[in-house]
C-alpha cells in the first residue's frame, strides 16, 4: 500500500516538472530574479547579419522528450526533415521508443543530450543568423523564464550542430518574436517592458515608443532594422505574438479576427490596422490575412516547414475557414491540420522551432563578396584567389567554384566575366 502511495506521490511530482502550468510556477514567481543571472553577453556576429525567418529552407526541427506535441505530427515533421529531440541521457531510450513505435521515421531522429525544463522549445530554443560571411550561427538571448536548463538548449545546439554560438543578453522569448527574414521584426510589449534598462511599463500602445537599449542589440546582434513593438491585445498572461499574428512571407502576414461582440476586438483592430499602416521590406504594404478565432483558438500558432504549414485544430466548426485561410493565402504550401493538447496561449508553433537548412548558400553563385550583386569586385575577389594572393573562405569557394569542378581557377573566372557582360 505505502510503495502505491509513494509511486502516485512520485508521479504527480514528475508531472509536475516535465508540464509546467500556465505561467510562472509558485517557485519560479520566487525564482524569476534568476532570470538575470541566466544570460550572458559574446562579440556580436561579423556583420551584415541577417535573421531567418521560420519560412526559409530547413533541414530539422528542435523539440524534446518528453513531448509536448504528438507523436503523429513528429511522424509527419520526420517525413521530410530531420527532428533533434533534446533529451536527458537517463530518457533517450524512453524516447526512441515512444517514437519507433509511433512509426517515425528513425533515420530522420538525433538525439541532442541535455535536460529541458519545458517544451516550449519556440520559447528557449535558438534565434538563427547568417554573419556578413554568410555562415549560419546562433545568436543566444536570456529565456524570459527562471528556466536554467530551458535557456541553456541553444548553445548544446550549437554544439551538437557545430555552429558558431553568440549571445545578445537581451530578454526574450521565441514565442514573442517573428521575423521578415529582410531586417524587419516584430514583437508584444514585453520585448521592451521585460528588460529593466528599457524602463517602461507601457502595455498600451500600438506602437510603443522605441527603447534604445534593445533596437541597438536588435540591430547589432539580429540585423533588425525594423522592429515593430506593440501592445499584446489579446489580454492574456502571456503576451506572445504567436497567439495572434503571424508573417507567413516577407509580404505576408496574419492576424487573428474576432467578432465585435469578443471584447479584445478594439484592440485586436488597432494592431491590425498599425500592420496596415507600416510597409514590408520590399516598400509596399503588407498584405494581410484574418483568420476568424471567435473562441480564442490558436490558429495563427502554426508551424510553416519549408513546402508545409502545421495547423493547430480543436475540431471545432472554426477549423475549416482557419485552414481554407492558410490554403488561400499559401497556396503553394500543404497545409496539414494537427489535434493537441492547445491552448489560446499555447498551441504548436510554442512547442516545435525549425533549423535552418545548414548547407544551404546564402548568396547566389558567383557573389564572391557576398554583398548581393555579380560584379568586378567578385572578378578581383576570385583572381587574387587564383594568384595565391588572398584566400576566399570555404562559403566563398563554394560561390566561386562556379563550374562545379572542387577547384577555383581561370575557369571559374571566365564565368563570372561571362555573368557579368551578360
Ligand atoms: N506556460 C508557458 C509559459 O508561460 C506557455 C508557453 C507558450 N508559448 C508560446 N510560444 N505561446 O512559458
Not at 131 to 147: L, M
Not at 294 to 307: A, F, R
Request: aromatic share 10%; proline share 6%; with cysteine.
Amino acid at each position: 500500500m505505502k510503495t502505491i502511495f509513494f509511486m502516485i506521490f512520485c508521479s504527480m511530482l514528475l508531472s509536475d516538472i516535465s508540464e509546467l502550468p500556465i505561467g510562472f510556477t509558485d517557485e519560479e514567481l520566487r525564482n524569476k530574479h534568476l532570470i538575470n543571472n541566466m544570460g550572458s553577453r559574446t562579440e556580436p556576429p561579423i556583420g551584415p547579419v541577417r535573421s531567418i525567418a521560420e519560412y526559409e529552407p530547413m533541414q530539422g526541427v528542435l523539440i524534446r522528450y518528453p513531448f509536448g506535441i504528438s507523436t503523429s505530427l513528429i511522424a509527419a515533421m520526420a517525413e521530410d526533415v530531420i527532428i533533434y529531440c533534446l533529451v536527458s541521457n537517463s530518457s533517450e531510450n524512453s524516447a526512441y521508443n515512444s517514437m519507433n513505435n509511433a512509426g517515425v521515421n528513425m533515420d530522420n531522429v538525433e538525439f541532442i543530450n541535455g535536460s529541458t525544463d519545458s517544451y516550449w522549445t519556440r520559447d528557449y530554443g535558438p534565434w538563427w543568423v547568417v554573419d556578413g560571411n554568410g555562415e549560419i550561427g546562433i545568436v543566444d538571448f536570456t529565456y524570459n523564464r527562471p528556466r536554467p536548463n530551458d535557456n541553456q538548449a541553444p548553445y548544446k545546439v550549437s554544439q551538437h550542430l557545430n555552429v558558431p554560438y553568440y549571445s545578445a543578453d537581451v530578454i526574450s522569448t521565441g514565442g514573442n518574436y517573428m521575423t521578415d527574414g529582410f531586417g524587419i521584426s516584430a514583437a508584444t510589449h514585453i520585448a521592451y517592458t521585460e528588460n529593466d534598462e528599457c524602463n517602461t511599463n507601457d502595455q498600451f500602445s500600438i506602437p510603443l515608443s522605441s527603447c534604445e537599449y534593445v533596437d541597438n542589440i536588435m540591430e547589432e546582434y539580429y540585423g533588425i532594422d525594423t522592429y515593430h513593438v506593440v501592445a499584446d491585445p489579446n489580454n492574456e498572461y502571456i503576451d506572445h505574438i504567436d497567439c495572434w499574428g503571424k508573417f507567413l512571407s516577407p509580404t505576408k502576414m496574419l492576424i487573428r479576427e474576432v467578432p465585435t461582440s469578443h471584447p479584445q476586438y478594439n484592440m485586436i483592430e488597432e494592431v491590425t490596422s498599425y500592420f496596415s499602416s507600416v510597409l514590408t521590406s520590399e516598400g509596399t504594404p503588407w498584405e494581410i490575412y484574418r483568420v476568424n478565432t471567435p473562441n480564442n483558438q490558436p490558429y495563427t500558432n502554426s508551424l510553416i516547414l519549408n513546402n508545409k504549414v502545421f495547423v493547430p485544430i480543436m475540431n471545432s466548426t472554426w477549423d475549416g475557414p482557419a485552414l481554407e485561410v492558410y490554403e488561400s493565402a499559401l497556396p503553394n504550401y500543404i497545409i496539414e491540420p494537427f489535434t493537441g493538447s492547445w491552448q489560446a496561449t499555447d498551441a504548436l508553433h510554442c512547442r516545435v522551432k525549425g533549423i535552418p537548412d545548414l548547407s544551404y548558400l546564402q548568396f547566389i553563385s558567383g557573389d564572391v563578396n557576398m554583398d548581393d550583386s555579380i560584379d568586378v569586385l567578385d572578378v578581383v575577389f576570385t583572381v587574387n584567389h587564383v594568384l595565391g594572393m588572398n584566400t576566399l573562405s570555404p562559403n566563398q569557394i563554394q560561390l566561386a567554384d562556379m563550374n562545379d569542378d572542387g577547384i577555383v581557377n581561370i575557369l571559374d573566372v571566365i564565368q563570372i566575366v561571362n555573368l557579368i557582360i551578360g
